[in-house]
């Protein structure tokens, strides 16, 4: 049970990072169509039972993560499009493209972490019942990106 729980946490995360990397030219996760991060947040906050302090801390996770990805998300940008460059030279720099490509991961790996850190502290507000729907928004959220 505890192996099958951690296996969709870990889908969801990983559900998450891809439409993070999926979000359109000059979408953030602070734009309202980024999803989830600021889909109607009373909404959400309403469905999950949370209380008037649970939701005040709520957001302050939710802010205080977007703020750290949006440096993440501007500087993947700035390195995709430097690997664009690369890529398209008559003779591209195959050190230089190996460069771009490790560092284009790690920042996928750091906006993953981050995710998985941000998904943990909301989770460590809430008690089995408000997590238990979250997982469902969350579920709800991914398939309807999915379908778009």
């Known amino acids: 049970m505890r192996r099958e729980l951690g296996l969709r ?11 993070l990397l999926a979000l359109g030219p000059g979408q953030t ?4 169509g980024a999803g989830y991060m600021k889909m109607e947040q009373e909404t ?11 939701a005040k801390a709520f957001q302050a996770i939710g802010d205080k993560f977007d703020q ?10 700035n390195k995709e499009n430097d690997l664009e460059k690369a890529l398209a030279a008559p003779k591209p720099d195959e050190e230089k493209i190996r460069g771009l490509v490790s560092q284009i991961t790690q920042g996928h790996d750091q906006l993953f972490q981050s995710l998985k850190a941000q998904r943990q ?5 809430l008690n089995p019942v408000q997590q238990g729907k979250f997982v469902m928004a969350l579920r709800k959220w991914h398939e309807e990106a999915r379908e778009k």
């Open 44 to 54: 959400l906050c309403k469905d999950l039972g949370l209380t008037p302090e649970q």
């Open 9 to 19: 946490l870990r889908q969801v995360g990983l559900l998450v990072v891809v439409a």
């Open 29 to 32: 996760w602070g734009d309202p």
């Open 68 to 77: 750290s990805r949006e440096a993440i998300v501007a500087d993947l940008k």
């Open 121 to 125: 502290e909301e989770m460590a507000i």
